[in-house]
């Protein structure tokens, strides 16, 4: 199995580097890094269609790809696996909505462990459930809600290797391209909390990590990264760099 752990992050360096060669970067200077560790709750219904190895490997390529999406973006995060624990009593019933979720996940693992992982402000963690089609809606593959919950997740163990970092990028406040922005649900608190510049964007017929696009790139919209040379942002309304950038100086911050 080791074998395949090597083929999954080979695969995402290839494309990665693939890609980089028709993507202008920008030279970062990212001198502290802000790490975020993550806690990972399997819900059993997992186990019907993925070994625990396989699980693992899941995760690590989720990671892989995320931090390489940071890295490529001069974002100074770095994401790690900080847990990975199995719930018998999740199951998929229960991802129909997120708040539900989260209350059965403090009743069976105990609010007082879920109370320590909030006492990290960098510290996230959330459900992985079966698959997007055990969802309410057969194209949800993630969710969040930042208002309420601003360090919870949940993810289906079947969708891209894009996902984590793209449910991870809405707990910084970066938001989707605009043409798929829908803040009717969101309270005034949040609205206010939402930067003019924090959406994705699309370039030469790809979007970045944010965005609805059916293929994304490992970058978040910046006007400073070009892809095939068409600017991957907008300084104005898509510069979702800026917006973690701006999420892991205040973060760090905070925790001196």
């Given amino acids: 199995m080791k074998l395949i752990v090597f083929i999954i992050i080979f695969i995402i360096a290839t494309t990665v580097t693939l890609n ?35 699980i693992t490997d899941n995760i690590d390529s989720w990671i892989v790809y995320a931090n390489q999406t940071l890295s490529n973006s001069c ?41 320590r992982l909030k006492e990290n402000k960098a510290h996230y963690y959330g459900i992985i459930f079966k698959s997007y089609q055990s969802s309410f809606n057969a194209q949800w593959c993630g969710k969040t809600d930042v208002d309420t919950l601003p360090d919870f997740f949940i993810l289906a163990a079947d969708c891209t290797v894009d996902i984590l970092e793209h449910e991870l990028g809405h707990l910084a406040w970066a938001k989707h391209d605009k043409e798929n ?23 030469a017929g790809k979007g970045t990590i944010m965005s609805y696009e059916k293929e994304v790139l490992p970058i978040y919209s910046s006007p400073n990264i070009f892809y095939y040379g068409e600017r991957c942002g907008d300084s104005r309304y898509a510069n979702n760099a800026r917006v973690l950038r701006d999420f892991a100086l205040k973060t760090l911050i905070s925790e001196k």
């Fill in 20 to 54: 980089s060669t028709n993507l202008y970067l920008p030279k970062c200077n990212n001198n502290k890094l802000l790490t975020t560790p993550i806690t990972f709750f399997i819900s059993s219904d997992v186990l019907e269609i993925q070994t625990k190895l396989a």
């Fill in 181 to 203: 922005y829908s803040p009717s649900y969101m309270s005034n608190y949040a609205l206010n909390r939402i930067f003019p510049y924090a959406f994705g964007f699309e370039c």
């Fill in 75 to 115: 974002i100074p995060i770095k994401r790690e696996v900080s847990e990975i624990l199995y719930i018998k009593e999740l199951t998929e019933e229960l991802f129909q909505d997120i708040h539900v979720a989260h209350v059965f996940l403090e009743y069976y693992v105990g609010y007082e462990k879920i109370s």
